[in-house]
């Protein structure tokens, strides 16, 4: 059953309200944590809604779909990009999202530098960490990760921005605060030789409490605003 604007604002409400107290408490300001409503299978429809609630930061998984939401709902929505992405989907998604999240090797950093460049813009980027180390998971090994941004750091038409990681999953969202603190450290790493790289995108329905906590500045939350996924 798709979610209603009552039931919306009232998901949104929470969810903003478990943001500040988990911000507050950890003394950070509220207004440092961006909220990336994840959208992905969900139809226009509830686009808009999210859109009319006041959310607008928008994230997808698939390139496709993400070219198929622009290209009805323009540049209204702020896009986020935070799936897997295979090169030969990048002219999808340079230029239509404000950030890709998930950049894991340095092939798909070479054409997202291309496609930007031939746009004639420079596409902010995240590297994403597999911190966990977990096969299933994409994401550069955290010991990768320093040497990986210093090959990106060469491409002209490419910025990198920050890092992000995926926890386990588990029933325990505490079960997440190792994962989200090591990539904090990582992240005050790669600080000091790109002081431009302050994004830290970690935190999702399931832990994003915790991903504040511990400096998240992005969390991707779709379940616990929409609800079941559609597909």
Do not use: C
């Amino acid at each position: 059953m798709a979610v209603t604007m009552q039931q919306l604002q009232a998901n949104l409400a929470e969810v903003d309200r478990r943001i500040r107290v988990a911000a507050d408490e950890a003394g950070r300001d509220r207004n440092d944590v961006t909220l990336v409503a994840v959208t992905k299978t969900f139809p226009i429809e509830i686009l808009q809604l999210a859109l009319d609630a006041g959310l607008s930061h928008l994230g997808e998984n698939r390139a496709q779909e993400l070219k198929e939401k622009a290209s009805v709902l323009g540049r209204t929505p702020r896009w986020h990009f935070i799936g897997n992405l295979q090169t030969n989907k990048v002219r999808n998604v340079v230029g239509v999202a404000e950030m890709v999240h998930s950049v894991d090797r340095f092939g798909l950093a070479e054409a997202i530098d291309r496609r930007a460049a031939a746009l004639g813009i420079v596409q902010d980027v995240l590297l994403e960490v597999n911190v966990s180390m977990e096969p299933s998971k994409h994401g550069v090994e955290p010991g990768g990760a320093l040497h990986l941004a210093r090959e990106i750091a060469g491409l002209g038409s490419v910025r990198l921005k920050g890092v992000m990681t995926m926890a386990p999953r588990s029933d325990d969202p505490e079960s997440s605060r190792p994962y989200f603190a090591e990539l904090r450290e990582l992240s005050e790493r790669l600080r000091s030789d790109f002081p431009g790289a302050t994004v830290l995108s970690m935190g999702m329905t399931d832990d994003y409490p915790v991903a504040v906590a511990e400096g998240s500045t992005h969390v991707r939350v779709g379940r616990a605003l929409f609800g079941s996924r559609v597909r």
